[in-house]
Structures are given as C-alpha cells and as structure tokens.
C-alpha cells in the first residue's frame, strides 16, 4: 500500500534521507522511530507529496505521489504535528468541505458527522469558528477527518502532540480500527511505549539511514537485547551506537 525505494532527499551536502527503502502492507501500523533531525519529518513530507525527493519513489495505493499525485493523494490522508484548518470556517463546515472533496456521500456526512463530533467531545463546539480552537481540538478535527473519508493510507507525525490522555486513549484504539479496516498506517513518534504496543512492525532511522527495521521483538534481537528489554531500551542502544561509530 505504501511503497518507498531508495528515497534520497539532500539538502546541498547534507543528506536528510539517504536510500530508505519500506513497504507497509494494508492492515500493518508502522512506527517510523527516530531522534529529531534523523529524516522523519522529511520522510513523510516526500510521502504526502509536500516535498519532492532527490532521487527514488514512493508509491501509494499503486500511484506515483511524484508522477500522478493526484491519484496518489486520493487514496491518501496526512496529520502533520502542527494541524492546519481553515480558521474561518466552523466544524460542521470544515468536514463537509473534506467530505465533499473526497466524494463522501452526502447522506453519509449527516449521518457520520455528528457521531465524530460526539466522538472527540466536540458537538458543543461544532457551530463556532476554528480560529478559537486549541491546538488539541484541531488535532481532534483533522482525525476525525480521516475516518470520515476512509483512505487507503494514512501518515501521522506526532499525532498526539497537544491531546488530552483520554484523547490519546481514544486515538490508540481508533489506530487499530483503522488497520482492522485495511489501511496501511504509517506513524512518527517519540512516544516509544505507544509504538511497542500498538505498531506492527517498528523502524528506527538515525542520520537519514535506516539503522534497524522488523517487529519489536526482531528489533531487540537484532539488537542483542533480551525480550523484557523495553522499546526505549533498544532504541537508545541502537542509537548511542550508531553516534560512537
């Protein structure tokens, strides 16, 4: 569903991300580990289409993002870590206009809607503008979003930057009903934990390279660690090492 070969991005001398290579298949969450500045963002910048890389694809769905993006973006939803929405329109507005882009049917909307308002506790404010939202509520707003179209693939950086614990509760079990529907889910976090449990399969990227990739348990033992070490364990060895060497 999501697929990246050899994905190279520079920036003058410096390499962002050097030959990534990743498949995520339909129904797989993939945690996308890594220290700030070791090509995360970047990463999934290329993957929405945002940002063109210096050299490789990516493909979502089957589509080029670089040479048929608008298909690519069709089957595609993308939750930065700073939610944009457009401050002069209220809730109701706003996932009308994403339901009506993405040709979500309009007796759907009325139905679907409300139930995502009550949802993420935000009936109460449906009817006001986004521009008095906290960051939390537009976060809530964009995810809701999604699970109003359906798409094929979804990107998440940082999805639970600014929620409340049970926002975040809400949001672990709506990742697992989200592959469970068989979308390929592709997350950045620093919340170590969340991706042990939650993710399929994990990778951690240091400097731009992808340095170790597999299901937690493959990670820790390629990282000579014993099965009760911790994600975070692992993480750090593997990262400790790769600055020393």
Known sequence: MINISNLTKTFG???AVDGLSLHIKPGEIFGFLGPNGAGKTTTVKI?????????GSV??????VDKQPE??????????????VYPKLTAWEFLRFIGDIYRVPE???????????????????????????SHGMRQKLLIASVLLRKPKAILFDEPTVGLDPKSIRRFKNLLGEMA????????????????????????IIFEGKLIARGTV??????AHSGSDSSLEDVFLKLTEKQSHD
């Open 107 to 133: 007796t759907e909307q009325k139905k679907r809607i409300p139930e995502l308002f009550d949802m993420f506790d935000l009936t109460d404010v449906s009817d006001g503008l986004l521009e008095g939202y």
């Open 47 to 55: 993957l929405s289409g945002i940002m063109r890389p210096s050299s």
């Open 180 to 203: 469970k529907g068989g979308a390929a889910v592709f997350m950045c976090t620093h919340i170590l934990d969340m991706a042990e449990k939650l993710c399929s399969e994990v990778g």
């Open 13 to 15: 001398d410096f390499k």
């Open 217 to 222: 348990q493959d990670v820790k033992a390629a």
């Open 59 to 64: 493909s979502i769905a089957g589509f080029d």
């Open 71 to 84: 298909d690519a973006k069709r089957n595609l939803a993308y939750i930065p870590d700073e939610p944009f």
